[in-house]
């Protein structure tokens, strides 16, 4: 791709910044977006900075209708020396193509995508947090925007990111999650989404949670689309169990999102000689594990909480507590370990921070 000038305008009103001790998480926004279009004849072109905004679309905008859309997210962190961390840009941007193809969306260069996010972070740097566990979350989306009723691939589009200070986004923090087993509602199946973030997967978690929560959960797990027997996902987050000191993650079948945290805490584990199975898991194993008093540990991986031990599971009536409803040895040294190399305090062995400068 040919290098493209991304024009900066900077705006001429600053906002005044979010208390950093109850930043919650995607509630405040920063000053500047980044904005690009595309259309067949220019490809992806004009990549500029701009206050940010309200867009102004078309209200038959086929995102509006058809919800031909994907978004990424991953964070920006402030190291105590001033030094600004990515972590691992390149993968949200690689796995962003990933879920365009799935969505007939005309994918964006690698290179030029993590240039973008480091251009607008290095013009609201400013607004990284620097209170400890709060760090500046990304969230570069695109959508389409043919002004048209009929089902079809759009072919224009916007990408877009924007930036939001946060904190920790269950409120329950690296404390144990209760959480329902969802045997009504799925995901996704094999063939269709799953595996692409794409808004219509969180649309179609919504009800689930919503039920999880009014039962007193924080989120469901989520079962196989086919049997209901086979466990996929966490909430958002990708699930990780510790039965007899060996670990146990759901195999990417192709309806499970391929998390860059998952993909992350299984090359820790394997550095730290502790054995992964990737695998088809069923939930019925998860329960003779506990019988059995083999089940360990069990916790959600993603970017915007990391780690999130899970300290319940609900399965049709039959709840078992896991680790005294305590989190884990295992899930505390994967968060140590990962957040110490997001925030510049762990040595990055695997060369997976990118500096911003
Ligand atoms: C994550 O980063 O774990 C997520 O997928 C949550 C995000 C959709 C807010």
């Known amino acids: 791709m ?23 998480f995607g509630k405040y926004f920063t000053d500047h977006m980044f904005v690009m279009e595309y259309s067949p004849d220019k490809g992806w072109h004009d990549p ?16 509006f209708h058809y919800g031909q859309a994907v978004f990424e997210g991953l964070k920006a962190y402030k190291v105590d020396d001033g030094r600004i961390l990515l972590f691992r840009p390149s993968k949200n941007m690689e796995r962003l193509n990933i879920s365009n193809e799935r969505l007939c969306i005309p994918p964006i260069d690698v290179e030029f995508g993590v240039e973008a996010i480091k251009t607008l972070v290095k013009v609201d740097a400013d607004w990284i947090p620097s209170e400890e566990g709060t760090s500046l979350y990304i969230r570069p989306f695109i959508i389409s925007t043919d002004p048209y009723l009929g089902v079809k691939p759009s072919s224009t589009y916007k990408f877009i990111i924007i930036l939001s200070p946060v904190g920790a986004y269950y409120p329950e923090g690296i404390n144990p999650v209760k959480i329902y087993v969802e045997d009504k509602y799925v995901r996704a199946v094999v ?6 973030k794409t ?12 039920d999880a929560m009014k039962k007193g959960y924080t989120q469901v797990l989520w079962l196989d689309g086919i049997e209901k027997k086979y466990i996929e ?33 299984i090359e820790l584990l394997k550095s730290w000689n502790i054995k992964v199975h990737e695998d088809k898991i069923s939930i019925q194993q998860i329960y003779d594990a506990h019988a059995e008093g083999t089940l360990e540990e069990a916790f959600g991986t993603g970017t915007a909480a990391v780690i999130s031990p899970i300290g319940e599971l609900d399965w049709a009536g039959n709840k078992i507590t896991i680790n005294n409803g ?14 110490g190399i997001q925030y510049g305090k762990v040595k990055d062995e695997f060369g997976w921070t990118v500096e911003v400068k």
């Open 48 to 63: 500029k900075i701009v206050p940010y905004a309200p867009l102004q679309l078309d209200p038959s905008s086929m995102v």
């Open 191 to 196: 063939g269709g989404l799953g595996y692409a």
């Open 233 to 265: 996902e966490v909430g958002t987050m990708n699930v990780f169990f510790k039965i007899n000191g060996e670990v146990y993650t759901p195999a990417l079948s192709g309806s499970i999102l391929p998390g860059v945290t998952r993909d992350s805490t």
């Open 199 to 210: 808004p219509a997967n969180y649309a179609a978690s919504l009800k689930a949670q919503v």
């Open 326 to 339: 305590e989190t884990g040895g295992l899930a505390k040294r994967i968060y140590d370990y990962i957040t």
């Open 2 to 24: 040919i290098k493209q000038e991304i024009r900066i305008e900077r705006t001429s009103s600053p906002k005044s910044k979010p208390d950093q001790s109850s930043l919650g």
